[in-house]
């Protein structure tokens, strides 16, 4: 069996760059419990498939302990304050309801990312990540099942404006100096 020679420091040039010998890691380094898995653990894509692959209660569940939907949103109608419950009846089997007034019922996915999408949060996650890792926009689509002619287009631009956004506020105020 051959010997593999990963970050040999005395090679070549003498520089060591371990962010050239990084990698995500295997199947053998995946966390196992979905609960402890974060958004920067997805550099393993088995730990991004271990969460999106779970049940859509799972997944919400996921979503808001890191923040992609919120727990509790104010009331639109009253201003009361708003719980996500469970709501077999809805597409995503929750819905926020107001503590003030129980007749008064938003969809889960307001407020968020997910917001008008009839898409299921899988389907989005990996778009997503496929569109991040380069893919061109039709093979995004199909890893995705995503419809290329219109829902692909529109989600590419999508989040193309949300990449933009993100650069607007956190890096374009940055100042790049030499030595």
């Known amino acids: 069996m ?8 005395s090679s070549g040039s003498g520089i060591r760059n ?5 990698c995500g890691g295997g199947y053998r380094k995946r966390k196992q419990n979905v609960e402890d898995i974060t958004i920067d653990d997805f550099v393993n894509p088995w730990n991004f498939f271990h969460v999106f692959n779970q049940s859509d209660e799972l997944v919400m569940n996921w979503c808001i302990k890191n923040g992609l939907i919120a727990s509790e949103v104010k009331c639109p109608t009253c201003g009361g304050q708003m719980k996500l419950s469970p709501r077999g009846s809805k597409a995503t089997g929750f819905s926020f309801r107001c503590k003030v007034n129980k ?5 889960s996915r307001k407020f968020s990312f997910f917001e008008n999408s009839k898409l299921t949060i899988q389907d989005i996650m990996v778009f997503v990540k496929s569109y991040l890792e380069g893919h061109t926009l039709f093979m ?3 890893l995705s099942g995503v419809n290329y002619k219109s829902t692909a287009v529109d989600w590419g631009s999508f ?11 956190s890096i374009s105020q940055k100042v790049l100096k030499g030595n």
């Not at 007749?103 to 969809?107: F, G, R, S």
């Open 2 to 9: 051959a010997s593999e020679s990963h970050g040999d420091s």
């Open 18 to 22: 371990e962010s050239l010998n990084y």
């Open 103 to 107: 007749t008064h019922e938003v969809a």
């Open 140 to 142: 995004t689509s199909k």
């Open 159 to 169: 989040v193309r404006e949300l990449f933009k956004e993100h650069f607007t506020r």
